[in-house]
């Protein structure tokens, strides 16, 4: 668990529907790292849906349809066909995009972090310290994102004033 990420999630209210687009966002950026460790085509389409859903080239439906198909592809991910011990990796790769297409960003977060722990190889989600680079990332992203959304914000005239993003 990331209690960084945690804090700084709930600092901000991330969990909160005004900030959907903020978590498709991170969610996004997450599984964006781990593209190279999905083997199935369905998750790599559903991240593809992803990415232009948040870039606004394709509509809520699609992405609730690839949220939906996902869904079902994770539980029934079959494992890597990989020698090199990479099946949990793939299957944390893509349990990591469905959750970040239903927009639970800090689940799309942690499945992502050990998809890129266990694609190190299966021994090193014991050891605590190999989570702490993808964790530290994950912090410094969605800080990111939300200094962004900030800046945009008050470049708005008007704009009201929200907490975090």
Known sequence: MNAALTQLA???GLAS???TPLRLAFGLACVQR???LLEDPEAIAGLDVLAAFTAGTVDAATLANAAERLKAVASH???SQSLDGSAH???SATYAVAKALAGRALEAASYAAYAT???YGGYAVQDLSAFEPEHQWQVQALQRLLDDAATQRSARPLAASQPCA
Do not use: E, I, L
Request: net charge neutral; charged share 20%; with cysteine.
């Open 10 to 12: 709930a600092d901000c």
């Open 17 to 19: 529907d005004a900030h």
């Open 34 to 36: 781990v593209r190279h």
């Open 77 to 79: 991910h079959r494992g």
């Open 89 to 91: 990796a793939a299957v």
């Open 117 to 119: 722990v266990y694609a």
